[in-house]
């Protein structure tokens, strides 16, 4: 699992650091605050290790550049740090990341729990715990975990690669590109949801009928589910919806994916990740197209993930239906500082929050408290805790 990821300069992320539960959070924030950088951020690394940045990039019509902190216009390079822990392992990635090469220019991965440096990349030559290569002679994007077969990597180093590409990002989903039916053989659901239909395709028989089972409760009336390979080479997806009159009679109705609603699409999405292989799924504002009467299902089905979740929400409803202990380790206040400069609390480690949860629900005590005020408060509380240090 992912235990913490921070950056020294990315967009308005500045010396930004979050600690993350191990299971589940939640990400709460103004508009404009820096949630979806938050969420961006995590996809990039991912991006990172796999070498895939201008795919990245492409994805969300960015260039290079649009990655760097405007707080400084002519720095080309950014610091990475994120601790993942397995097992009884417990590692530690750093990289200094070239937007404008395009590649970490250093990068070390250590045993934390015996300070153990396993690789290490500086001025183009790599050490592993293994071997030496004093001089790099292929070119590489991202992170040179990226371009290292699993023989030449130590085994933590792999295992961190591979924990870091089962990053799964739902940040851009788009009803429309949900509903595209574009065929990829991978069990990828894509950060638009664009192979959604795909995904559901590959599926076996079985984990199609769990599938099915998991839509149902959720809309009762659903009772088939199946895909099929259109002529220009498209997959197409209908739902079966059957309804009945008070004779005890019924009437099937088939819909295709081209006039499934909004929401039952993205709970198809959320459902149908909770199948993947991926360890780390994230969601931003996943009350959008979501009748509140699901709202508790939907939590309790984040809540309940086999993978580590992370989700940003406005809603303070969402966070009604998380449990107050729960609440207090895995809510985060994303706020901008005077400086303009995104950073990062717990928020019911800050006094008002905690007070107010004492005779409210979590959402209620988000409801009761002007978000502008409490991110004062933040980084009052933050800069108290630095100087602690």
Same mark, same amino acid.
């Given at each position: 699992m992912i235990k913490r990821i921070s950056v020294s300069a990315f967009k308005s992320l500045v010396d930004f650091e979050l600690n993350l539960d191990p299971k589940f959070n939640c990400i709460i924030?103004?508009?404009?605050?820096?949630?979806?950088?938050?969420?961006?951020?995590f996809s990039y690394v991912s991006a990172l290790m796999e070498g895939k940045i201008d795919r990245w990039l492409s994805e969300r019509g960015w260039e290079e550049k649009d990655v760097a902190s405007y707080f400084f216009p002519t720095r080309e390079t950014f610091d990475l740090e994120v601790d993942i822990e397995f097992s009884d392992k417990k590692l530690r990635w750093r990289g200094t990341y070239n937007w404008k090469r395009g590649l970490c220019t250093s990068e070390t991965l250590t045993d934390l729990s015996?300070?153990?440096?396993?690789?290490?990349?500086?001025?183009?030559?790599?050490?592993?715990?293994?071997d030496s290569f004093p001089d790099l002679m292929f070119k590489y994007s991202g992170s040179i975990l990226s371009a290292l077969d699993g023989l030449a990597l130590p085994q933590e180093a792999a295992i961190f690669r591979k924990v870091m590409t089962n990053v799964?990002?739902?940040?851009? /989903?788009?009803?429309?590109?949900? =509903? @595209?039916g574009r065929f990829v053989s991978a069990g990828k659901i894509g950060s638009a949801g664009e192979?959604?239909?795909?995904?559901?395709?590959?599926?076996d028989k079985r984990s199609q009928g769990i599938l099915l089972k998991n839509l149902y409760s959720y809309f009762p009336q659903v009772v088939e589910m199946e895909t099929k390979t259109e002529l220009n080479g498209t997959l197409s997806l209908v739902l079966t919806e059957r309804f009945y009159s008070d004779d005890g009679s019924h009437v099937d109705v088939l819909t295709n994916a081209k006039h499934i609603n909004d929401g039952m699409l993205r709970i198809l999405i959320i459902l149908a990740s909770q199948r993947s292989s991926s360890r780390f799924q994230q969601f931003d504002e996943i009350e959008n197209g979501v009748n509140s009467e699901i709202t508790?299902? /939907?939590?309790?089905?984040?809540? =309940? @993930?086999p993978q580590q979740i992370l989700i940003t929400t406005h809603s303070p409803l969402v966070l009604n239906f998380i449990d107050e202990e729960l609440a207090k380790n895995s809510v985060h206040l994303v706020y901008k500082n005077s400086q303009g400069h995104t950073k990062t609390v717990k928020f019911?480690?800050?006094?008002?929050?905690?007070?107010?949860?004492?005779?409210?629900?979590?959402?209620?005590?988000?409801?009761?408290?002007?978000?502008?005020d409490v991110a004062k408060e933040a980084e009052n509380f933050r800069s108290k805790r630095l100087e602690k240090l």
């Open positions: 924030g103004l508009n404009g605050a820096g949630k979806s950088s938050v969420l961006q951020l015996n300070d153990q440096q396993l690789l290490r990349l500086f001025q183009g030559r790599l050490k592993t715990k293994r799964d990002s739902h940040d851009l /989903l788009s009803p429309k590109v949900m =509903r @595209s192979y959604l239909i795909s995904y559901i395709h590959n599926l508790e299902k /939907l939590v309790e089905t984040f809540i =309940r @993930s019911f480690e800050l006094e008002s929050a905690d007070r107010k949860l004492e005779a409210l629900a979590p959402g209620e005590a988000m409801l009761d408290l002007h978000l502008s």
